[in-house]
């Protein structure tokens, strides 16, 4: 008992000069620095137990902004301590006993006090602040506008994608800490573009260090499950003065899954396939070299003139969810498929003559910005009916100003003069009306030994039942045609 006494009796002897001295500006903010990074690893801690956690910012802040700041704030005690002495020794303050580490202490209790007091600050401020700030850096704002105001398109055509409730990071980082360093250090460049604004004006796609399909569209879009077939409507209309309206109707064959037959995920990525190819432009939309693995046999298909090594002279990928699903949320539309939905919906009244031919050739016109777009589209559209068709613009005014209002919403969502991006510039390999999408590869002159070619038979992804057809039966068949 003796001894331990001796022993405290010592300790206590040594951290008293610590106590006295700690009491200066820097060792206080070292102390709240600790204080609260304790704090917050601790809230963290059942997260940290359980694995690598799926917010990749939550992520950041454990493994490198806590340590970071606690290790920094230890730092700032003891440099404040050595600076307080200095200070008193040369003012000559400093005392030759320092004062007992008990409670007649004012220095130590007004520390204990201090310490007291910012603990329960950082419990009650600091875990609000770091929920805000985590659930806001996920956020699509803070990615759309705070930070990538460069990417003004983008976030445009997502809001109107199929993903426009998904935040960027699901599909951008996905889970865990490491993609998140890694994007972020990858983007380094990204951010002295914008600060010196030399970035490249379109933003140049596709993005070669997004992380693989399968770690993230995956996640969601389960790859075994078997796809059914799906019945698709494309409504077109002409640029007559009727604007005549045609239909056509497509059984497309999803399929994929274990047992639920080819199908179009099913010969692409099914279990057993795997499919590399040669692209040789940036933009992979010019495929010469394809291989094709299926159960261990492979087979080789090259377009005329291209050498089977092909793939040692040209930018090689095994084909992934991407390669056709090139733009899942960032899709921009061609002027004549926005107007044909518009006029579908009877947002662009298919009554008023010439109604799509005038608002292709609004869209299409020379616009130098948004602003004047805006002046623009709405006017001109009206004046065509004011002056060319006076009676109809008496009697559907008011149909008239919204037809030119909805034209201006679909230039804003696909034209951005700033960013010089314009109608048709990023291609979309979903299907092959717009692009060359499937017919990249399903072109009838990629062949292999043997004669065997990539084939265009046209009921292979998809049974056509209708062709252009002002009332398709088979619509009115199932009791899907509308009256």
Same mark, same amino acid.
């Given at each position: 008992?003796?001894?331990?006494?001796?022993?405290?009796?010592?300790?206590?002897?040594?951290?008293?000069?610590?106590?006295?001295?700690?009491?200066?500006?820097?060792?206080?903010?070292?102390?709240?620095?600790?204080?609260?990074?304790?704090?917050?690893?601790?809230?963290?801690?059942?997260?940290?137990?359980?694995?690598?956690?799926?917010?990749?910012?939550?992520?950041?802040?454990?493994?490198?902004?806590?340590?970071? #700041?606690?290790?920094?704030?230890?730092?700032?005690?003891?440099?404040?301590?050595?600076?307080?002495?200095?200070?008193?020794?040369?003012?000559?303050?400093?005392?030759?006993?320092?004062?007992?580490?008990?409670?007649?202490?004012?220095?130590?209790?007004?520390?204990?006090?201090?310490?007291?007091?910012?603990?329960?600050?950082?419990?009650?401020?600091?875990?609000?602040?770091?929920?805000?700030?985590?659930?806001?850096?996920?956020?699509?704002? %803070?990615?759309?506008?705070?930070?990538?105001?460069?990417?003004?398109?983008?976030?445009? #055509?997502?809001?109107?994608?199929?993903?426009?409730?998904?935040?960027?990071?699901?599909?951008?980082?996905?889970?865990?800490?490491?993609?998140?360093?890694?994007?972020?250090?990858?983007?380094?460049?990204?951010?002295?573009?914008?600060? %010196?604004?030399?970035?490249?004006?379109?933003?140049?796609?596709?993005?070669?260090?997004?992380?693989?399909?399968?770690?993230?569209?995956?996640?969601?879009?389960?790859?075994?499950?078997?796809?059914?077939?799906?019945?698709?409507?494309?409504?077109?209309?002409?640029?007559?003065?009727?604007?005549?309206?045609?239909?056509?109707?497509?059984?497309?064959?999803?399929?994929?899954?274990?047992?639920?037959?080819?199908?179009?995920?099913?010969?692409?990525?099914?279990?057993?396939?795997?499919?590399?190819?040669?692209?040789?432009?940036?933009?992979?939309?010019?495929?010469?070299?394809?291989?094709?693995?299926?159960?261990?046999?492979?087979?080789?298909?090259?377009?005329?003139?291209?050498?089977?090594?092909?793939?040692?002279?040209?930018?090689?990928?095994?084909?992934?969810?991407?390669?056709?699903?090139?733009?899942?949320?960032?899709?921009?539309?061609?002027?004549?498929?926005?107007?044909?939905?518009?006029?579908?919906?009877?947002?662009?009244?298919?009554?008023?003559?010439?109604?799509?031919?005038?608002?292709?050739?609004?869209?299409?016109?020379?616009?130098?910005?948004?602003?004047? #777009?805006?002046?623009?589209?709405?006017?001109?559209?009206?004046?065509?009916?004011?002056?060319?068709?006076?009676?109809?613009?008496?009697?559907?005014?008011?149909?008239?100003?919204?037809?030119?209002?909805?034209?201006?919403?679909?230039?804003?969502?696909?034209?951005?003069?700033?960013?010089?991006?314009?109608?048709?510039?990023?291609?979309?390999?979903?299907?092959?009306?717009?692009?060359?999408?499937?017919?990249?590869?399903?072109?009838?002159?990629?062949?292999?030994?043997?004669?065997?070619?990539?084939?265009?038979?046209?009921?292979?992804?998809?049974?056509?039942?209708?062709?252009?057809?002002?009332?398709?039966?088979?619509?009115?068949?199932?009791?899907?045609?509308?009256?």
């Amino acid at each position: 008992m003796e001894f331990i006494e001796l022993l405290w009796e010592r300790f206590r002897h040594w951290l008293e000069p610590f106590v006295y001295l700690s009491n200066n500006v820097l060792s206080l903010a070292g102390v709240v620095v600790v204080t609260t990074t304790t704090v917050l690893w601790v809230a963290m801690l059942p997260m940290l137990v359980h694995g690598e956690m799926a917010n990749p910012y939550t992520g950041i802040l454990a493994f490198l902004v806590l340590p970071g #700041a606690f290790f920094g704030g230890l730092a700032l005690i003891p440099l404040g301590i050595f600076w307080n002495r200095r200070r008193q020794v040369r003012r000559g303050e400093l005392p030759a006993t320092m004062p007992a580490l008990d409670f007649h202490n004012v220095r130590l209790r007004r520390l204990l006090l201090f310490v007291g007091l910012t603990t329960v600050a950082n419990l009650v401020i600091a875990g609000q602040l770091t929920y805000g700030a985590l659930h806001y850096m996920d956020g699509v704002t %803070f990615c759309g506008r705070t930070c990538h105001v460069v990417m003004e398109p983008e976030y445009n #055509a997502y809001q109107n994608s199929p993903h426009s409730r998904v935040e960027c990071v699901k599909c951008h980082i996905g889970p865990g800490a490491s993609w998140f360093v890694k994007s972020k250090l990858s983007g380094m460049h990204q951010v002295f573009a914008v600060l %010196f604004n030399t970035y490249e004006r379109p933003i140049p796609t596709p993005v070669h260090n997004l992380r693989p399909a399968r770690e993230t569209c995956e996640a969601c879009h389960w790859p075994q499950k078997y796809g059914e077939d799906r019945l698709r409507i494309v409504q077109k209309y002409a640029d007559d003065e009727t604007n005549s309206m045609t239909k056509t109707v497509l059984l497309m064959r999803i399929g994929g899954g274990r047992y639920g037959g080819p199908g179009i995920h099913g010969a692409h990525l099914g279990e057993g396939v795997t499919i590399r190819y040669a692209h040789s432009d940036e933009k992979r939309q010019t495929i010469p070299w394809v291989e094709s693995a299926r159960n261990g046999k492979s087979a080789i298909f090259t377009a005329p003139g291209t050498p089977l090594d092909a793939d040692k002279h040209f930018a090689v990928r095994v084909m992934d969810c991407v390669d056709c699903h090139n733009r899942p949320s960032h899709s921009y539309e061609l002027p004549e498929r926005a107007v044909d939905r518009d006029m579908a919906g009877g947002i662009v009244p298919p009554a008023l003559p010439f109604a799509k031919k005038h608002s292709i050739d609004v869209l299409k016109a020379n616009y130098t910005s948004n602003e004047e #777009a805006a002046q623009r589209i709405p006017v001109e559209f009206a004046r065509f009916y004011r002056e060319k068709h006076p009676e109809v613009y008496r009697q559907r005014k008011a149909e008239i100003d919204r037809a030119g209002q909805a034209l201006l919403a679909i230039y804003r969502r696909n034209v951005f003069p700033a960013m010089k991006v314009s109608w048709g510039l990023y291609p979309n390999n979903i299907g092959h009306a717009d692009f060359p999408g499937c017919f990249r590869c399903h072109d009838d002159q990629h062949t292999a030994a043997g004669d065997r070619k990539i084939g265009q038979d046209c009921n292979t992804c998809h049974q056509l039942l209708a062709m252009e057809e002002p009332a398709p039966k088979i619509l009115s068949d199932l009791g899907l045609d509308k009256k």
